[in-house]
């Protein structure tokens, strides 16, 4: 039996991110007529994720939220309670995970459910003690690695006055908020791909 257990993600075909431009790390101009194709029910559906984990011709949409308060940025080691074995003992500055059928409840198609996937995934790993603001702030794409070939990221600044956030699961382990300045220097190689990418952003290198 498959290790994700029949759970089915939404992809989009890769030549859709073709049409939108392709890019390499962080893109955060026109993203959102970009973000807006992506998330036209006309243009996704989706797939089994034991065939989407290993087809590059789809990419699977994941909101990848980091969660910043001040000059420090919430960081966590992947443990293996994770979905993604590839990325486990990394250490990350995004939450997030897969939009699954779940999402689409209540009718909810298109912008709605990919709004519902992301409230979903931050309260299932997530617990706030602070009130926090959300805005989609970038795209993020790495080619270079399997993980990357098949994932698209849908960057989220989420802002909190105080360090007010608990991990609400073991997939999350050793969480910190951590300054950006150590995350783009001594800790930056312990960074998974896409968080250098977000790190790289944010610390204006």
């Known amino acids: 039996m498959s290790k994700y257990a029949g759970e089915e ?39 089994d994720r034991a065939l989407a984990e290993e087809d590059p011709g789809h990419k699977q949409i994941i909101p990848y939220c980091i969660i910043r308060c001040g000059d420090r940025v919430l960081n966590y080691t992947r443990g293996k309670a994770g979905g993604e074995s590839r990325l486990h003992a990394l250490r990350s500055v995004g939450v997030g995970g897969h939009i699954n059928p779940v999402d689409t409840g209540e009718g909810r198609t298109g912008p709605q459910a990919y709004n519902a996937a992301v409230e979903r995934e931050l309260a299932e790993e997530l617990v706030f ?51 950006l300045g150590d995350l783009a220097g001594p800790l930056f190689e312990r960074l998974e791909t896409w968080s250098q990418a977000c790190i790289r952003h944010l610390a204006g290198r």
């Open 129 to 179: 003690d602070v009130p926090h603001t959300n805005r989609i702030v970038a795209l993020l794409n790495d080619d270079t690695n399997p993980v990357g070939q098949v994932h698209l990221g849908v960057v989220h600044l989420i802002e909190v006055e105080h360090d007010g956030v608990r991990s609400n699961e073991d997939a999350l382990a050793d969480l910190s908020f951590t300054s």
């Open 9 to 47: 993600v939404l992809v989009v075909p890769r030549a859709l991110f073709e049409e939108i431009g392709v890019f390499e790390g962080i893109r955060t101009d026109g993203i959102g007529s970009a973000i807006d194709k992506l998330l036209d029910p006309a243009n996704h559906f989706f797939m």
